[in-house]
């Protein structure tokens, strides 16, 4: 029942409550719930009154919550006002049938009565640790625009299958600077461009890290900041592009919020999913392309095998980045044409994306800047990293792979050009994409900045630098960079 969503009508009643993040109508079942317990310790004069309108509020509230789709969050709100009621209303029909009520002593009742507040509460914990994401509005002047577009590369086999026909094929999002659109206009879903894709997603990421995907239920249900095809911005001139990728198992949309901010600023952001690698990837005939990359157990076979797959990654990387080329020079007709500034392009990634960022940044130079989020760098250190890097990482833990931060560090200080390390206080590695906003907020897995700050933080220390060096706007990255956390700077050595 509670995982049937009709988007529409879900859309019109989640507006999330600040700080409890339940909507209207789920706050009316809670308050109606607790009224129910609260009845039975009111003066006699105030019980029948109170109990009647708790009782219809709830029933009414939870029917029409039932038909525009109930979160798993409000079942043990719905059982502690379902043990409340028989209780509330007996004395009442008592009462109306002319036999005298009876009320258990207050002593027989306080347990029941804490017991059901106990079930009831459980709900808006619940609904606070698994929220339905609320992304952040993008503070730029462009409002954002979003679609999926699917590209296959014609010279690249499918390493991960067996048939000698099969080519490479990636799925890309592409964010974009828009015009702002009426208001009421439908906001695009996150995690997919249906609701059918946001769960087949979901529940193969819920897979992933080991959860049942009931407690995510959530995600799927909400709605970005952009709009799905919507127009290009017609003022905007053209536009430097950054292209992502994003964790192992992770998928092209798990750093929307970031992707809409820079877009909001004038950047047009190109997602990709890795078939085979990305949890889920559904293709645009409807096919789902689960992972098939897997850890063996063995440190040194997983590097092996690390450094293969982000190679794949690498290449994907360069493949699309020829594809938005293609699409500015209009070799297909596309809204976008004309519009990409592909001699500014960034590539960018987050953990095994992040590594697979500073690979492509050696193969290919047309990337001009390299952004590694929180990435352990795999495969081969050479040749040096000849463009301008941003790492942007986690504070160094005990459960840190000890292997990590020398790895990167090495990467950095063998660059040919300034490279900048950039530690985030209170970042976990889950802080730099969009689990923050949905996912409990408990520091060793999203860290201790908060819903609203951890999208903030690494979108603007990501601003700053991408301003910099694409836009060559003014400034001193090592003097504004430590607004954000703790930076290092690494020059390159002129003597080698």
Same mark, same amino acid.
């Given at each position: 029942?509670?995982?049937?969503?009709?988007?529409?009508?879900?859309?019109?009643?989640?507006?999330?409550?600040?700080?409890?993040?339940?909507?209207?109508?789920?706050?009316?079942?809670?308050?109606?719930?607790?009224?129910?317990?609260?009845?039975?310790?009111?003066?006699?004069?105030?019980?029948?009154?109170?109990?009647?309108?708790?009782?219809?509020?709830?029933?009414?509230?939870?029917?029409?919550?039932?038909?525009?789709?109930?979160?798993?969050?409000?079942?043990?709100?719905?059982?502690?006002?379902?043990?409340?009621?028989?209780?509330?209303?007996?004395?009442?029909?008592?009462?109306?049938?002319?036999?005298?009520?009876?009320?258990?002593?207050?002593?027989?009742?306080?347990?029941?009565?804490?017991?059901?507040?106990?079930?009831?509460?459980?709900?808006?914990?619940?609904?606070?640790?698994?929220?339905?994401?609320?992304?952040?509005?993008?503070?730029?002047?462009?409002?954002?625009?979003?679609?999926?577009?699917?590209?296959?590369?014609?010279?690249?086999?499918?390493?991960?299958?067996?048939?000698?026909?099969?080519?490479?094929?990636?799925?890309?999002?592409?964010?974009?600077?828009?015009?702002?659109?009426?208001?009421?206009?439908?906001?695009?879903?996150?995690?997919?461009?249906?609701?059918?894709?946001?769960?087949?997603?979901?529940?193969?990421?819920?897979?992933?890290?080991?959860?049942?995907?009931?407690?995510?239920?959530?995600?799927?249900?909400?709605?970005?900041?952009?709009?799905?095809?919507?127009?290009?911005?017609?003022?905007?001139?053209?536009?430097?592009?950054?292209?992502?990728?994003?964790?192992?198992?992770?998928?092209?949309?798990?750093?929307?919020?970031?992707?809409?901010?820079?877009?909001?600023?004038?950047?047009?952001?190109?997602?990709?999913?890795?078939?085979?690698?990305?949890?889920?990837?559904?293709?645009?005939?409807?096919?789902?392309?689960?992972?098939?990359?897997?850890?063996?157990?063995?440190?040194?076979?997983?590097?092996?095998?690390?450094? &293969?797959? !982000?190679?794949?990654?690498?290449?994907?990387?360069?493949?699309? $980045?020829?594809? /938005? +080329?293609?699409?500015? #020079? @209009?070799?297909?007709?596309?809204?976008?044409?004309?519009?990409?500034?592909?001699?500014?392009?960034?590539?960018?990634?987050?953990?095994?994306?992040?590594?697979?960022?500073?690979?492509?940044?050696?193969?290919?130079?047309?990337?001009?800047?390299?952004?590694?989020?929180?990435?352990?760098?795999?495969?081969?250190?050479?040749?040096?990293?000849?463009?301008?890097?941003?790492?942007?990482?986690?504070?160094?833990?005990?459960?840190?792979?000890?292997?990590?931060?020398?790895?990167?560090?090495?990467?950095?200080?063998?660059?040919?050009?300034?490279?900048?390390?950039?530690?985030?206080?209170?970042?976990?590695?889950?802080?730099?994409?969009?689990?923050?906003?949905?996912?409990?907020?408990?520091?060793?897995?999203?860290?201790?900045? &908060?819903? !609203?700050?951890?999208?903030?933080?690494?979108?603007?220390?990501? $601003?700053?630098? /991408? +301003?910099?060096?694409? #836009? @060559?706007?003014?400034?001193?990255?090592?003097?504004?960079?430590?607004?954000?956390?703790?930076?290092?700077?690494?020059?390159?050595?002129?003597?080698?």
């Amino acid at each position: 029942m509670w995982r049937r969503t009709p988007g529409a009508e879900y859309g019109r009643v989640t507006e999330i409550i600040t700080g409890l993040n339940m909507s209207p109508l789920e706050i009316l079942v809670l308050l109606g719930a607790v009224a129910l317990v609260v009845a039975r310790w009111l003066p006699p004069a105030a019980r029948p009154r109170v109990t009647t309108a708790a009782g219809a509020v709830l029933v009414l509230s939870a029917i029409v919550l039932g038909v525009a789709g109930m979160r798993w969050q409000m079942l043990p709100v719905l059982a502690g006002a379902a043990f409340a009621l028989p209780f509330a209303f007996a004395p009442l029909l008592r009462r109306r049938s002319g036999r005298s009520a009876w009320r258990a002593r207050w002593w027989l009742a306080l347990p029941g009565s804490v017991a059901c507040a106990g079930l009831i509460a459980t709900g808006p914990v619940a609904a606070w640790a698994f929220p339905v994401p609320e992304f952040p509005e993008p503070s730029g002047d462009f409002a954002v625009g979003t679609r999926v577009v699917q590209w296959t590369d014609p010279r690249r086999p499918e390493t991960f299958t067996a048939d000698p026909d099969d080519r490479r094929t990636v799925v890309v999002q592409l964010w974009y600077p828009a015009p702002k659109s009426p208001a009421g206009t439908q906001r695009a879903q996150y995690l997919g461009r249906t609701e059918h894709e946001a769960r087949t997603v979901s529940d193969a990421l819920a897979r992933e890290v080991g959860l049942p995907g009931f407690l995510v239920d959530g995600v799927p249900r909400a709605r970005t900041r952009s709009v799905l095809d919507a127009p290009v911005d017609s003022k905007g001139g053209r536009f430097p592009v950054v292209l992502f990728s994003p964790g192992s198992g992770g998928v092209r949309t798990q750093n929307t919020a970031w992707a809409e901010e820079l877009a909001s600023h004038g950047y047009v952001v190109a997602a990709l999913d890795h078939p085979y690698d990305s949890a889920a990837v559904v293709l645009a005939d409807g096919r789902t392309i689960n992972t098939e990359t897997a850890s063996s157990g063995d440190p040194d076979k997983d590097e092996e095998l690390a450094a &293969g797959w !982000t190679a794949v990654r690498a290449a994907d990387l360069s493949f699309v $980045l020829t594809q /938005l +080329d293609d699409l500015d #020079r @209009g070799g297909t007709a596309d809204p976008l044409s004309g519009r990409l500034d592909t001699s500014r392009a960034a590539v960018t990634g987050h953990s095994m994306g992040g590594a697979a960022a500073l690979q492509a940044a050696r193969q290919d130079h047309r990337f001009d800047a390299v952004i590694d989020l929180d990435g352990y760098p795999h495969g081969p250190a050479s040749p040096s990293l000849d463009r301008p890097t941003l790492a942007l990482t986690q504070a160094v833990t005990a459960a840190t792979d000890p292997r990590y931060m020398p790895r990167l560090t090495e990467a950095l200080k063998a660059g040919t050009t300034t490279s900048y390390r950039l530690t985030i206080p209170g970042a976990a590695h889950l802080t730099f994409m969009d689990g923050p906003l949905y996912l409990p907020p408990v520091p060793s897995i999203v860290g201790s900045l &908060g819903r !609203t700050e951890s999208p903030r933080v690494v979108a603007a220390a990501t $601003l700053a630098f /991408l +301003d910099a060096v694409l #836009r @060559g706007e003014p400034g001193d990255l090592a003097g504004v960079l430590p607004a954000y956390g703790n930076l290092t700077v690494y020059q390159p050595d002129n003597s080698r």
